[in-house]
């Protein structure tokens, strides 16, 4: 078994969810395979290979460069954590007026 990796170590090798990876295989793009005795699934190179190429299709297909990613993971950072702190805020001065009231 030691090429083959468990689906844990391939979707965090990939940074993809298991959800997704079961996905593509649902789909009949990889295959995995199990090994007596051994309850998970397990993936060979192929597969692995497989998915690299799935993962840098789909980079292309919606057009963006790679260089690109960690500018647009930098704003989506931003956009999230400004309205976290609001709703945060928010949440603070209901709890604050329900002590009040209550």
């Known amino acids: 078994m ?7 170590e391939v979707t965090r ?16 793009l990889i295959q995995s ?19 690299n190429q799935i993962l840098i299709q789909n980079i292309h297909a919606i057009n963006i460069e790679i260089d690109s990613l960690s500018t647009i993971r930098s704003i989506l950072n931003k956009f999230v954590g ?9 949440l603070g001065v209901i709890l604050y007026f329900s002590r009040i009231i209550l």
């Open 13 to 28: 090798s990939f940074g993809i969810s298991t959800r997704m990876l079961r996905y593509y295989e649902q789909l009949g």
């Open 33 to 51: 395979q199990r090994v007596q005795g051994y309850s998970y699934r397990v993936y060979d190179a192929e597969a692995c290979t497989r998915i």
């Open 82 to 90: 400004k309205y976290y702190r609001f709703f945060r805020n928010s």
């Open 2 to 8: 030691s090429n083959l990796k468990t689906i844990t």
